[in-house]
């Protein structure tokens, strides 16, 4: 089963615009990570946030962790016509023993040129 | 390094049918996840192997299986097709050290179950 949801479902924006992105989960992670995904295409691996840190940037991404409401957000500075894309954020739970990532349900950005 | 390859890309069966999709995983890595991508559930975890060994496990049934080679590549078979079998089926390769980095993704492979 999903282990959170992404909120919004949907977001559609100017390009140069700012894009913020969230997603909630549900039990104790080790860490959280954001993946994009283009249209019907594999994933592409974006940032990893481990537990114990609150805030994380790369290039124009921005990610905040926040494990007492157990959640996270994902900032897209700048946007581009190319960030079109879906947006998943996937937890590696507490317990698990190896890789077992729990997608959320996906944020689909549309950056309008 | 080349990236995850997966095949096929596209694939198509009949109902009672069962396929068997291949990942090659990263150059190094020797971890490979499967995952299944549906419009109504999203992705979905089906099971992780590691040095040849079935670490993780998702909820999918017994139809559902998967094996990996000593040169870490893996397969994964599904018998006896269903309709609701129907999706994007993604691999995922890492270097198996949790929390190190993401995980690669190949292209998936789009099964149609007709």
């Known amino acids: 089963s999903q282990q959170g949801e992404e909120d919004p479902q949907a977001l559609s924006i100017q390009e140069g615009e700012n894009a913020t992105m969230n997603c909630s989960y549900k039990t104790s992670i080790n860490n959280l990570q954001w993946y994009r995904q283009n249209s019907g295409r594999g994933l592409v691996h974006l940032i990893l946030i481990r537990s114990n840190e609150r805030e994380k940037h790369s290039g124009r991404l921005r990610v905040t962790l926040d494990t007492s409401k157990k959640s996270s957000s994902l900032l897209i500075t700048a946007s581009r016509a190319a960030d079109t894309a879906s947006y998943f954020c996937?937890?590696?739970?507490?317990?698990?023993?190896?890789?077992?990532?729990?997608f959320g349900t996906g944020t689909s950005l549309t950056v309008i040129p | 390094k080349a990236g995850v390859t997966q095949t096929p890309r596209y694939l198509i069966k009949t109902r009672g049918q069962q396929v068997t999709l291949s990942c090659s995983p990263i150059s190094g890595h020797r971890s490979v996840s499967w995952y299944q991508q549906t419009p109504g559930q999203g992705l979905q975890f089906l099971f992780e192997?590691?040095?040849?060994?079935?670490?993780n496990k998702g909820n999918f049934p017994g139809r559902f299986s998967g094996r990996q080679f000593s040169n870490s590549r893996s397969e994964m078979n599904v018998s006896t097709l269903e309709l609701g079998d129907s999706a994007l089926y993604l691999c995922a390769s890492s270097s198996g050290q949790r929390g190190i980095s993401g995980q690669f993704f190949g292209p998936g492979t789009r099964l149609t179950v007709l």
């Open positions: 996937a937890t590696d739970r507490s317990a698990n023993t190896g890789n077992q990532f729990y």
């Open positions: 192997y590691f040095s040849e060994t079935q670490r």
